[in-house]
């Protein structure tokens, strides 16, 4: 049960790092469609989940958990690399 629970777990981050070069840093830029394919992909998760044994709180935890994980590994490696990027722009000028 586990195991099922990481890969998927794996696919949404490799979904989310595939499309974080097309996202431009601001919040000015979220749009009703980005919310609601959100918000889609949140009501066909808890719908499908349950048909392969996890219940509705394991569905929120598991969004909470991947949101953890991007927040405390992937989004200091972001700010990392646009903080090298200003300061090698700023040393050009």
Known sequence: MGRGLFNLRFLVIYYFLKGVGNIK???????W???LLVVVF????SFTMP???F???SVFFFVLGVVEW???FILPWI????GIRF???FELK
Request: charged letters at 10%; glycine letters at 6%.
């Open 25 to 31: 840093m601001s919040l000015s830029n979220i749009s």
């Open 33 to 35: 469609k980005n919310i």
């Open 42 to 45: 949140l009501v066909v998760l």
């Open 51 to 53: 048909y392969f044994g």
């Open 55 to 57: 219940g509705l709180l």
């Open 70 to 72: 991007v927040t405390k």
């Open 79 to 82: 700010v990392l690399y646009w």
């Open 87 to 89: 300061i090698k722009s």
